[in-house]
């Protein structure tokens, strides 16, 4: 008696423990609700629906498929009883064939559409505008064209960077190696003069499209003033004479930029080796001006679009005072005595007094011997006119 007493002191003693172990080890017990469970619980069966579970699901499918005919032959060697094996039953849905169609709101920007997990949003269409072939065609061209000169500019500043660096690496060389170095660096100037003007194989005189698409681009416009003094002063004035030539649709092209101002140093410089037959050609070119001193002609665009701009008349102006620097000077009689100069000054002087104040921009400088220049071929109250124009512009006399 005393031993089963003990035991069944023993007995009520263990199962009231194991009570208190099974609260005490899950604190967590009831927090959820039946109907949360269900929630959860049906979610993941959501997750489950399948229109092919044997291919969405495959090892467990094949893994109850294997049991089901293990069951079957327990029963057919009757080794006792079916075991009845819990089987997670996929859900499935029926797989319907549909083309979605999403809600378009007319008259919106782009194609609105009210999306979900099934059916996401589509992308929204470019608006893609009828163009002609031949549009197409142009705008390519352009565009390439476009491209060809960006790379030209890239290639001839990679040329000009050597160029340069070249007094860099002449003290560093050698005696020896210094002839080959001053070869290389000819040839460079060569090719970046070529680059330049776009000279092709067996033209005599190259066009000036593509020097002008250069310069129509910002960083062309400040390489080439870069490239100017080491170029030859027969390539150089090349250069000025077709910047001259085009200089109203480059000033019209650089009216955001304004690069060209940092032409007028390079261009000012190279003017004092320039022989006096080309200060009067490149006179007659800036302001497109007739062979001979004839009536003028009604209006003369070209000169407007150079005097209305700051750098164009700042070239203009320096041109002159170049001019009478070789009319006061013994070894260059010649242009004092030169027909051609003395024909351009007549109508370069009529069409600057021609010219309104307002039509004249504010030119970056302005030289201090124009007023001998001008006394030379107009009276004094024309001078006096003159010269107060140019007080206008600059302030000061």
């Not at 699901?57 to 080794?79: I, V, W």
């Not at 979900?116 to 061209?141: F, G, H, L, Y």
């Not at 390439?144 to 000169?149: G, L, P, V, W």
């Not at 200089?247 to 004092?272: G, M, N, R, T």
């Amino acid at each position: 008696d005393q031993h089963r007493n003990l035991n069944g002191v023993g007995d009520r003693g263990s199962h009231r423990s194991s009570h208190q172990d099974h609260i005490r080890k899950d604190p967590y017990a009831n927090l959820m609700l039946q109907r949360e469970k269900d929630w959860v619980s049906k979610i993941q069966m959501m997750q489950l629906q399948s229109t092919d579970p044997y291919l969405d699901d495959f090892y467990y499918q094949n893994y109850f498929e294997k049991l089901e005919k293990l069951s079957a032959a327990e029963e057919m060697q009757g080794d006792g009883p079916k075991k009845e094996r819990t089987k997670l039953i996929t859900p499935q849905v029926a797989k319907l064939e549909h083309t979605y169609k999403p809600v378009q709101f007319e008259g919106s920007l782009g194609k609105l559409t009210v999306s979900s997990v099934n059916n996401p949003r589509k992308m929204i269409d470019a608006v893609v505008t009828s163009r002609s072939e031949d549009d197409e065609t142009k705008e390519k061209q352009v565009r390439d064209k476009r491209r060809k000169t960006l790379f030209i500019i890239e290639k001839t500043y990679s040329l000009l960077l050597d160029v340069e660096d070249y007094e860099r690496r002449y003290l560093l060389s050698l005696e020896e190696e210094r002839p080959a170095l001053m070869d290389e660096r000819k040839h460079k100037i060569c090719c970046m003069y070529d680059n330049l003007r776009g000279k092709l194989p067996g033209q005599e005189r190259p066009s000036d499209d593509h020097f002008v698409q250069i310069m129509c681009i910002r960083k062309g416009k400040r390489m080439v003033a870069r490239i100017l003094p080491f170029l030859s002063t027969e390539q150089a004035a090349d250069i000025l004479m077709t910047t001259a030539r085009n200089l109203p649709f480059l000033i019209k092209k650089d009216a955001q930029d304004e690069v060209l101002p940092c032409l007028l140093s390079p261009f000012s410089l190279l003017l004092y080796h320039l022989p006096p037959v080309t200060v009067t050609s490149l006179l007659q070119q800036l302001m497109n001006l007739p062979q001979s001193a004839a009536a003028p002609a009604p209006s003369n665009p070209h000169l407007s679009a150079v005097l209305q701009n700051k750098f164009g008349l700042s070239l203009l102006l320096v041109v002159l005072s170049r001019g009478e620097d070789l009319q006061s000077s013994d070894a260059a009689s010649e242009l004092a005595q030169s027909n051609p100069w003395t024909e351009v000054m007549f109508v370069a002087t009529r069409e600057l007094l021609r010219i309104p104040q307002t039509g004249l921009a504010k030119p970056i400088s302005i030289p201090t011997n124009l007023v001998s220049l001008f006394s030379r071929y107009v009276d004094r109250q024309k001078l006096n006119l003159l010269e107060t124009k140019l007080q206008l512009v600059q302030g000061i006399r």
